[in-house]
């Protein structure tokens, strides 16, 4: 009995083993013959064109004033009066404040009065010096008189005819006439050095006068540039002081105005080795700023200068832009996007996003229709975007086929339908189009790294195509 039921049983799964086999092989054969009847895959593709493609980079900055004076007074006093409107504009040489003048005035006064008494002083000194002249060319006369005298008296002398102390008192008259002359000669050039005197303090009146001019002019306290004013620091009665360490108030020149970007070292490297090996050629200095609501700022810049050193805490080169801003639409410390085309290269492909993938390892690549319409994949370098699409400088060739849509439904070694994409190079995006209608236009820069094939996209991009 126990016999047959263990018969029974072995019987019952062999029997479900060879119905299970069955049906597997059924199915098998049902997935090959449907494949057999289903038609190859159809993909669009791009024909790759080398061209030359602007770089363009993208960079944050700040706007800086193109010059910036902090007013200080450089006279002390009381402020009588603020001459401006905070917040206005104003011109070079514009009164600001004025300081009071009492005291200026009044030294003024006194100084006028010193230059006065140092003239009067040089009046006397002069006639000073006249009476010294007048008293010399009398001490000479005497002199003169005095050596006649004792010569005739020589020639008396030797016969005799005088006697020997008239002689004598004839040279006592020539010495004593000798002494008088040195004496006028001294007291002229006393009354020489009086005038210099005179004059020196005539000199230093006048200086000391000037001065005190110069100070009463300063208590009008003039702007040193034109631009616009900042809020006062200071009303009417405000004591202030020379050289104080707070400014009266601060003016800044906004027209033009200069825009603050920084630049990682290691992408300058990278670009000045491009230039240097021929794979890109400089691009052009003028730079387009997008501001913080997103519109594009209608006037272009020029790169004003880029630093000669790079910044240890942030490894960033500055660079400074130098942009035209009559009406001032653009104020310090705002922040703002400029791009910049740094660089052109040659010999770049443009392709679309959606024909780009990543790998697991972050390497990214395209399918390629080969000659036999099978797909095979290709490595690619990936440098930017330009009118949103992807630039590859290395990887493709003249003429290759890259597939734009339909990559996501094939695999390598698939044998495809290849079609032609009808619009290769579509119309940039709404911004770019907003971007398009400036003057010179400039294209949007994304990240640099491609993301992986997005499957809603790219549905998007096959609709359009149809």
Known sequence: MKHSTLALVIASILSGAVLIGCGKNEDAAGEQAAQQQMPP?????????????????????????????????????????????????????????????????????SGQAAVQQAQANLLTAQATRDNAKAELASRQASLAQARNDLQRLQGL????????????????????????????????????????????????????????????????VRAPLTGRTDRSSVTAGTLVSAGQADPLVTISRLDPIYVDISQSSSELLKLRQQISEGKAQPGMNSVELVLEDGSVYPVRGKLALSEAKVDESTGAVTLRAIFPNSNNLLLPGMYVTARLTQSVINNAVLVQQSAVMRTPKGETQVYIADQNNKIQVRPVTIDGTYNGQWVVTDGLQAGDKVVVIGGSKVKPEQEVVVKPLENANPAPSTQNAATAKTPQQAAKTVDKKPAGNDNSSEKQTEAAAQ
């Open 41 to 109: 895959a159809v993909v669009n593709v791009q024909t790759v064109t080398l061209e030359t493609v602007p770089q363009v980079q993208t960079f944050s900055g700040r706007t800086a004033a193109y010059q910036t004076a902090d007013v200080r007074p450089q006279v002390n006093g009381v402020i009588d009066e603020v001459l401006f409107r905070e917040g206005s504009n104003v011109k070079k040489g514009q009164p600001l404040y004025r300081i009071n003048t009492d005291n200026y005035a009044s030294s003024i006064a």
């Open 157 to 220: 002398v030797s016969i005799d005819a005088i006697s020997k102390q008239q002689y004598d008192q004839a040279q006592t008259q020539v010495r004593t006439a000798q002494a008088a002359e040195q004496s006028a000669v001294a007291a002229v050039g006393q009354a020489q050095a009086g005038i210099e005197n005179a004059r020196a303090g005539i000199q230093t009146a006048e200086a000391n006068l000037a001065a005190s001019n110069l100070d009463l002019n300063r208590t009008i």
